[in-house]
Every structure is written in C-alpha cells, then in structure tokens.
C-alpha cells in the first residue's frame, strides 16, 4: 500500500486555514474590476429620481409637462406607470415604487426621469412640479402608537413581549438606566449604482450591486408584473453594504424606465441621495432594569425597547428580534421580561447594518454591567465571568445553546492580553490632534471592556437556503452562485474549500447571476461562509463521489480504493494514477440546496428554539480624553472572537478590524441628524466616519477555534461581532475616564463638556 | 474648451464643458473608470490621482486645471513587469476588501511614499488621513503602505 492518503501536497494554491489572497485583489488594485457604477452602454440613458422634500405629505397634483418637454428626455413616470404591484418590501410589500397620493419620508421617490445626459435629467426633475399639502410629520418613536397612523399597515411594526422564568423574581441589588442610541449610517463607499438593459422579448436584465440577487428579483419582477424568470438579475461589483444594500433602491426605477424608453438605462445615486436612498442602523430607546443577589449572580432583567423604524418596514422584524432575544447579553438570565417594539415613523426608513439589533442591545446592556459591577463592588470582568453563558445554558428565549459558546475564553483572553497603550508624548496623539487645545496634563484616560453576542443565519423558522453548483472539467472546478461578494471575501473561501475538497489548483468562479442558478439568499446575518460556503462544499463532494464512482467503474476499481489528491485519482492498493485533468476531459457536474437546522418561530411570550447558532466577542477599549473640548481619541482596542474555526486567518483578522472601526465610528461620531424627519448631514463632510488617524491598530488577543456543529469545516460567521461590542466598550472607556454617565452613543463633545443639568 | 492632459503617458485631447470636474473627464470622456467617485464633496478621496506627480482629489479640480498637466490614475501606474509594487503590497497584505476606495488609497500612498522617505505607522496614518476606507479598519493598508516603502 502506498502513502499517498498522506502524501505530501504539491499544490501551491492555498486551501482551508491558509490566508489565501483574494482573487479579486489583482482587478481591485489596478483599477479594472468595474464597480456598478463604471457599467456603460453606447445607447444607454440617464436616470434620475425625484424626491420629496416633506417627511409627510399628501401629493395633490404632479405636472410632468414641462419635464417631457426638456431636450433630450425620453420618459417622466409616476405612481401609476408602476406596471405590476406598487409596493416592495424585504418583509412586508409595504413601500411604494413611487409615490402615491402621500409621502410618508423625506426623499421618498415620487418621480422618475430618463434623459440622454446627466444634464438633461437634473433639468426634468427641476421642472416636474408637485403640489404637496404639508401635513405634520409624526416623528416621536415613543408615542407614535397613539398618533393616527400614517400608513394603512399602522404605525407599530412589530412588537415582542419576552417573558421568561419566574415574573415574581427581585434582586438583592438593583440597577436601571435608561439609553439611547442614534442613528448610524452604512456609509459604504460605492453609491449605489446599477443598469437595466430591456430584451427583444419583453424580459429584463439587471446589473445592480446587491446583497440578496433573488430577493430582488423577486420583488422587481412583482413590481414590473414579470415571471420572476423574465428579469435576470447579475451582481454588479458592490462597492461596500453593511446592510444597505439588502433592501430594493433603484432596481425598479431603472426597470421601468428601460421597459418604457426601450433603451439601457444607468442611474448613480450622488452620495447626499444616497443618504436618502437606503435604510439606516435603526436608532433605539431603551430602559432596563438589572437584579441580581449579593454576590453578583443575576436573576432578572427587565428592559423596554423602542426602536424606530421611520416610514416603511424593511427588515425591522428581524431586527426587533434580535434587540428583544439578546438584550440581556451573553450571560445566564433566568427570569426576564423584555418589551421589544419597532414603529413606524416619518422618519428615515431604518433596517439591516452589521449587528442589527444587537449593537444597539450590546451598548445598553454592557453599561448596566458596570453599574452593577460598581453597585456590587465587584470587578467588572469577575461579575461577565460569574455569569457567562456556557454550552448547555438556556437563553431568554428559553432555547438550549446545544452548539459552542466560548463566552468565558473569550472574556478571559480578551481582559488578560497585556496592553501595549503608552501614554501619548507626541502632541499629535492626543485627542484633537494638531487641532488640540489641551496639554496631556488635561487628558483623562479610561479603559473599559464589554461583551456582545448574536445569532449567526436567519431565525424564526424562515426558510432559508443557499443554492452552489460545481463543475469539474479538464482538472478546472468552476463554481456557480448568487452569493453577493460585498467584498467580505466569499470568492476567497470558496475557492479554498474548493481546492480543500477537490484537490484542485485552478478554480473558477462564475459570475453570481438569477439567471443561472437558485438563490443563495442574503449576504447578511453572518451568514454566507456557513450558508453558501456549505453548499459549496457539497456540491464539491458530490462531485468527488460521481467522479470517483465514474473512473472506478471505467477502471474496473473498486472505488472505495480511489482518492483524489493533488489533481490526481490513485488507488490506495497502487497500479492507479491518473491525472485529474484527463479523467474529467467529460465534465462531472453537481449542484445542491444547502440547508442550515431548522428554527421556529417566537410563541406569544418570546420564547421558542428560533436561533441556529451564535458568536460571541469580547473588546477592550483605552480612550483619552480630552475633558475641556470633549474630544476623544481611541488609542487602543483589543478583541477577542469566538470563530468556530478560521478558513482564512487574513480575511478573519480583516473582518474584526474593519467592524471594529464601524464600532468606534458609533461610539464618537457617526450619527444621521434627523430633524423633524429631515436629515440635516447627507454628505461626508458632516456625517463623519473614522480615519486612519481616527482608528487605533485592533489588538487581536484571541480567535477562539471550537469546531461549531453543523456549520461547514466547524467555521462560524465572523463578519458582525467586531461591530457589536466594539461600541459598548468605547463608550464604557469614556465613562471611566470622565466618570460621567453617558447613556447615549455616538458620546458628542456636548455630552462630555456639558452633562445634562449642568449644560 | 479643449483641454490636452497626458494621461497615463498619452496626450488626450478633448472638447469639455468648463464646468468639467477632472474625475468626470477620466471617467466619462476618457473612460478611465479605475478612477472612483464616492461622495462629491472632496470628503472620501476615492477620486485620488497623480496631477504631475503629487496626489490631488480629482473632483476638486477642473479638467481645465489639468491643461498640459500629467496625470497619472489607476490604470496607468502598473508597468510592463506587473503591478506597481504599492499594488502588489495592497493585494499581498489584504488592504482592500470591497476595493472602491483602493485606487485612490494606493494613488494617495504612492505620493506620501514618493514625498516622505522612512516613514513609520503613525506618519502613514497622517498621510492618508485624506482618504476613507470604510471595510478594512485602516490596518493592513498602514501595513500594505509600509511594505511598500521598504
């Protein structure tokens, strides 16, 4: 018998658990991968939207004359030019195309222009003319349910009441605070962008950047009155999403205007629209109550969660979901009562971003830790340690974790890693930089830690699937699927399990499209490397067992005797070599629907097996603080991960530092203004997201590897975790330095220099 | 007005509106769609380009401006052997992920590369401080641009 099951590699090509460079990287770094935005067509037109000015408004009259009339535009369309269904919706089909009668937000769509210039476009918009009756906007989350409701579907979009546990249960010790959190905008640096190119036969074809290829198929076929199969959708490449991309933009927009002009049409939203033309991070409201007895071990947590919504649903179910089952953290709870709501308002429709839910439950709930740490007397990480979940723990949805749950490695790991943070000699590096007042005799310091956690994959029983094919032909794996790359580097993993599970150097991947193959659902939830990467992963097996089988037959073997290494097929018994690229001169093909556990839905009470698996994460923050001017620089953030187990340690550590930088960005400075529904800071000048000098290096004291059940290779989503505790624990380090409250995030200069009563 | 910038080594001539914003000359009329936009308001440095040698956000000038000037983009900074060693850095070191910002970054680096010698971590964040990356956190572009620089 040979050795070749143990034969050394002589691939070059990295597989699983190697940081293989990503195949995009070349075209991304030399300027020739195109961006949404870099589509081109010689007989294309402009597209342009018209939005409204008024958060809530009824539309009595629209006059398009004028705008028909500019030179050079082909189309003006309105509400009812919208062929098929009126309204979209990830969720509930509840958002108009185009306006109807009533705008329910500032810079809802309300008309539609396609021109042969730019120019042209910006003219016909100008001379569209909307009569609106200004109604007053109902903007208030915490009493929009009395209010008359300002859509036919009602203004609570959702609410769960989670009781968990005995209701009659009081701590020795007590701690309550109320919290808040703004809104936070994506702020992905591609605006969204996208063309329709109509067919001969009445179908469709869409290039758009996205983060779900068949939901938004879906949806613009219904909208367009089209079998889903007459619009084939491809992925454009995606300049960043975060979220903002799982919802319908201009999908529909530039499907109409190709339908009726009969011409390709590109639209590119300006980034001030683009403020105005995706869903944000949901902006919540929350009060909690801690009990626990004397020696630090909690036995209830009330909370009360308002989240806004603004004008239209999204996805604001799932993301209530989460803020109610993991508002209490990452520790043992046993009894629980949690008010989770999301309304509706004339606010900004809100909806996914990294973390959904969680981030905004993380910082509340890590800020009562520390109270009750200091109400205790007792070391914060000793009190997260002394009630860490573990496997075999209930959550308060009453759900057993039967998979990993690292919670206390994580805490440890994360709070024992020594800190390299030396006090700042060079001016430069105190807060405010070379626009600095304070000498570092001004400067306070604060370290703090926090803990977070969230579900990986969808929940509450939602059918959810990803679709991969494999093609293995002349030694070239050629892999199909709808996964939306984002640049969260799925064309990277899958190629390495590729490799991994065909032994092959070369391979291919197709370009991600509805007309080839079923959906992968969503970029999101953490969850394609599990979803997607697992359908690869069988369909790769599938197609190793048929090939197997097939040269057995051909060669007589017995095929429990061949093995595929290295781009060969050889016997285990010897005699046997062929090269993997003769053997697969015919093609072998295979293609599977992956499947994650099945979920159920939430009872009345909150409770029920919803969740499939979850991650946990654990930062430490060291701030400075510049108490005079409230400025605040980050100087050190160390994290520790639970990962399952690391396909790519290049891709995972990236993962961690660029959501952590999203983190900071809510902890000190991103915050959409809205103001009477209107947003007051649509552009980059006044929406600050971090710099290179705004971030710190992310310390990396640990990525936990426990092989997770049923995920492919034991590997867990990791993508938002860094975005979840990060901002909890830049927060909690600003209160530690300034010994101020600070129950709200993004902290401004305001709350440090001027503390409510005192400004 | 007709303007004439040599592009990537190549003199081009064309008949622009005044108004034209240099990154809309590239893109638009040049083709030169390497070149990002990624907010207008000179916020994000997406647009970054070589104007004789230096880096310059490319929506902040006129392509009038640029008249007789040499720019140099995306595209043009590979040379016969591959890509520019700043490029070669970014993909070795996974400075990018999504990639929109990555032109303008490694334009950016060239020059503060080209301007400042021996430089250290903190020198490259300064230096870059001009252009948004919203994916990676900013750390393996500081390594991307160090490994570069040796």
Redo the contacts between chains.
Sequence with gaps: MTDTRVAARTGTAPRIGESARRPDGAPKTSGSFAFSSDLWHDRMLWGGTLRSPHPSARIRSIQIGAAVAVTGVHAVLLHDDVPGQKEFGLEHRDQPVLAGDIVRYEGEPVAIVAADHPEAVRMALEAIVVDYEVLAPAVDPMTVEEVEPIHPDGNLIRRIHLRHGDQDVVGDVQVEGTYEVAMQDQAFLGPESGMAVPADDGSIDLYVATQWLHSDRDQVADCLGLEPGSVRLTLAGVGGAFGAREDLSLHVHLCMLAQHTDRPVKMVYSREESFHGHVHRHPAQMWYRHHATSDGTLVRVEARLVLDGGAYASSSSAVIANATCFAAGPYRVPSADIDGAVVRTNNPPCGAMRGFGAVQTCYAHEAQMDKLAEALGMNPIELRLHNALEPGDELLTGQTITGTAPVAEVIRSCAEHPSAAAIALDPMELPGGAGRTAGPEDVVRGEAFALGFKNLLFSEGFDDSSEAACRLEGGVATITSACAEVGQGFVTVAQQITREVLGVEEVVMAPATTATVGSAGSTSASRQTWMSGGAVKEACEKVRVQLLERVAAQQGADVSDLVLVDGRIVSLAGGLDIDLAEATAEPVEADVVFRHAQTWPLDDDGQGNAHVSFAFSAHRAIVDVDTGLGLVKVVELTTSQDVGRILNPMQVVGQLEGGAAQGVGLAVMEEVLVVDGRIRNASFTDYLVPTALDMPPVEIAALIEQAEPGAPFGAKGIGEPPSISSTAAVAAAIRVATGLDLPRVPVRPTDIVFPEGEA | MEVSVTVNGEVRTADVEPRTLLVHFLRDDL???????????S??G?CTVLVDGRSAKSCTMLAVQADGADVT???G??GEDG?HPM??A???C?A????????GM?MAAVSLVDEYSDMD??G???G???????????????KAVLAASE
Excluded: M
């Design positions: 083709g030169l769609t390497g070149t990002n936009i990624g907010c207008d308001t916020s994000c997406a983009t995306i595209e900074l590979a890509l490029q070669e970014f993909h070795e996974h990018l992920q999504c990639g929109y910002c990555t032109p490694v971590a903190d490259v964040r300064e870059l401080e001009g252009n948004l990356c919203r994916c990676t956190g900013y750390q393996n572009i500081v």
